[in-house]
């Protein structure tokens, strides 16, 4: 909205016109909070699920926010906000649109919604939540929000499909989950691999709180061990059936233009160095003394995959596709090393 100066007033005294101009004057620019209230005055009237899902959309497109965090566009963020205030699955949200939504969840989704295109922080930040293959995750700015390709291989690659399949699952025993963060991939893990123990290692302290309480909330302590280390240092001497890694493999191009959003998240989770794999090297290096025989591993390196085979111009890297991604993640095993 562009800013124009106050037109001069004619003031009348005693029945006479004054013709001396005033100063002019600027109209101070709307802070976030005034363009916030001036918002919600604008609102049309919110009764569904549906017309919450909409205008938060149309908030979302015209604040040019950044989807990078398990949502893809302006609805699908929408409506995530919406199904958190209401208690509802993501599933559930789109067949229940039409349910009316109580004073008080329509007043946090309004909330949510300005404080996410105001503080630019990610939406799973401000509800603590975010899913996984269904599964929801507490995540806070200790971890990295979780939005891995891996948890749909694990589903894909390692069932009943000869075709696709890597591993008989029944047959995984040990697996290692390396940058762990919030746990989820360690999660997931435990789940397609059912007869499995997994160790979950990171060099964040404050990651491994956070990936803690996810692996009690899932009734999980049992199965899975939380180790503090850097890469294979917190596991010395084991070895596994699967080694799963999400590591940091954002190069210095990209780390130099991250959206608003992913700069509140740990940077630690993205800098994978100049070319981007400093630290998949050291995965891929360490991983065949680490991998039982018929192991492998399976790792996510975003848009790494020319440096990757570049640096080793003799591997045999399996390149898997996902429903969303191609070229994203690698399968190796440790005689194609």
Not at 68 to 85: I, K, N, R, S, Y
Request: glycine letters at 8%; proline letters at 6%.
């Amino acid at each position: 909205m562009s800013k124009k100066a106050a037109r001069a007033g004619q003031s009348k005294t005693a029945g006479r016109t004054s013709t001396k101009k005033r100063p002019a004057t600027r109209r101070a620019a709307k802070t976030p909070k005034q363009q916030s209230l001036a918002a919600k005055a604008t609102a049309p009237e919110l009764v569904t699920i549906f017309d919450y899902v909409r205008f938060g959309a149309a908030r979302l497109k015209r604040a040019r926010v950044a989807f990078a965090h398990g949502t893809t566009d302006p609805v699908a963020e929408a409506a995530f906000l919406v199904g958190e205030a209401m208690h509802l699955h993501p599933d559930e949200v789109e067949p229940k649109a039409a349910r009316r939504v109580p004073k008080a969840a329509g007043q946090r989704i309004l909330r949510w919604i300005e404080q996410r295109i105001e503080t630019r922080k990610p939406a799973a930040y401000l509800v603590n939540r975010m899913y996984m293959r269904g599964l929801p995750f507490y995540v806070d700015e200790r971890v990295i929000v979780p939005r891995s390709f891996i948890g749909e291989i694990l589903e894909s690659h390692f069932g009943g499909d000869d075709i696709l399949r890597l591993r008989d699952p029944a047959t995984v025993t040990r697996v290692l989950d390396l940058c762990t963060g919030s746990g989820c991939l360690a999660i997931l893990a435990a789940r397609a691999f059912p007869n499995a123990t997994v160790d979950a290692a990171d060099l964040s302290a404050d990651a491994l709180d956070v990936a803690a309480r996810n692996v009690r909330e899932h009734g999980l302590t049992d199965r899975i061990a939380l180790a503090q280390g850097d890469l294979f240092g917190a596991v010395e001497g084991k070895r596994y059936d699967l080694i799963i890694s999400n590591p940091p493999y954002v190069d210095a191009h990209g780390m130099a233009s991250l959206p608003r959003e992913c700069l509140a998240e740990p940077r630690m989770a993205f800098d994978g160095g100049a070319d981007g794999i400093d630290l998949v090297r050291q995965i891929i290096d360490g991983a065949k003394t680490h991998l039982a025989p018929g192991g492998g591993l399976l790792c996510e390196v975003g848009r790494c995959k020319p440096a990757l085979e570049k640096a080793y111009p003799r591997a045999s890297f399996l390149w898997l596709e996902t429903e969303e991604s191609e070229g994203e993640v690698f399968w190796i095993e440790p005689d194609a090393l």
